[in-house]
């Protein structure tokens, strides 16, 4: 078991696929459930600051998430009670509400035993309590950041990818303001796991983050296939961790 911690733009998505096949393990971004369920708020027409109303449909939907490590998956990313919500899950205009889910007790722990579920048989999990309350006994223990500049441009080149835009203003609060929510939360806040390996990413390229978090595994004793996965190319790390 494996988890990977750290703020929106670090770098968890992109390490964590190439972890997850060089592992063989599935691959876990915990934040696609708060993502899906930013969705099913959305449409229910549950805004900021109804907490009674977030927390019980946090309780009654059903979320399922793929946990394929391949960047291009055939089936939906996550669903919602059946339905595929992959198209909705990074608007950046749900950017407020989702910071605000996320610091809800009540949607933290109806949210918290899917994940564990899924993670129980092994995974590399990411998050920003992978480590510290989703799977604190995890054999290797991972950390990755940047500067809030460099994440900012990594979400944004995300977005660009997946033919969104977003303006300063709405990359300044889904990144720093998210940062801050996340770190001052009361209920499994941000932080770095005891024990975890810290890797900051900044000026690293996907090949050497991905080789210093390899080595992380290899001193827990994790088994590695030798090769990487077909089609990774070493280079600028992209956008990822999402959660």
Same mark, same amino acid.
């Not at 099913?40 to 979320?63: N, Q």
């Not at 993670?119 to 290797?140: E, H, K, N």
């Not at 990594?154 to 990818?161: H, S, W």
């Given at each position: 078991m494996v988890t990977i911690?750290? /703020?929106?733009?670090?770098?968890?998505?992109?390490?964590?696929?190439?972890?997850?096949?060089?592992?063989?393990?599935p691959l876990l971004d915990t934040g696609l459930f708060y993502r899906a369920l930013t969705v099913?708020?959305?449409?229910?027409?549950?805004?900021?600051?109804?907490?009674?109303?977030?927390?019980?449909?946090?309780?009654?939907?059903?979320?399922a998430v793929a946990t394929d490590p391949d960047p291009s998956p055939r089936g939906p990313l996550a669903t919602v009670d059946g339905e595929d919500v992959t198209a909705e899950l990074f608007d950046p205009g749900r950017a407020e509400l989702l910071a605000w889910l996320a610091q809800l007790r009540g949607v933290r722990r109806a949210l918290l035993p899917p994940q564990q579920r899924l993670?129980?048989?092994?995974?590399?999990?990411?998050?920003?309590?992978?480590?510290?309350?989703?799977? /604190?006994?995890?054999?290797?223990k991972l950390y990755l950041d940047a500067s809030p500049a460099v994440r900012e441009a990594?979400?944004?080149?995300?977005?660009?990818?997946r033919g969104r835009a977003a303006g300063a203003e709405t990359l300044r609060r889904e990144v720093t303001e998210r940062d801050r929510l996340d770190r001052s939360r009361r209920?499994?806040?941000?932080?770095? /796991?005891?024990?975890?390996?810290?890797?900051?990413?900044?000026?690293?390229?996907?090949?050497?983050?991905?080789?210093?978090?390899?080595?992380?595994?290899?001193?827990a004793g994790l088994a590695i296939r030798s090769h990487?996965? /077909?089609?990774?190319e070493p280079g600028a790390l992209p956008p990822g961790g999402y959660a």
């Open positions: 911690d750290g /703020p929106a733009g670090a770098g968890k998505t992109t390490v964590g696929r190439e972890l997850a096949y060089r592992l063989g393990l099913a708020v959305g449409r229910a027409g549950v805004g900021v600051g109804d907490r009674v109303g977030a927390e019980a449909l946090a309780r009654s939907v059903r979320i993670a129980r048989r092994g995974a590399v999990v990411l998050g920003r309590d992978a480590g510290s309350v989703v799977v /604190p006994a995890a054999l290797c990594r979400r944004a080149a995300e977005l660009r990818g209920e499994a806040p941000l932080r770095v /796991p005891r024990d975890a390996t810290m890797i900051v990413t900044d000026r690293m390229s996907v090949a050497e983050v991905v080789d210093a978090a390899l080595e992380a595994c290899r001193r990487a996965r /077909p089609g990774a």
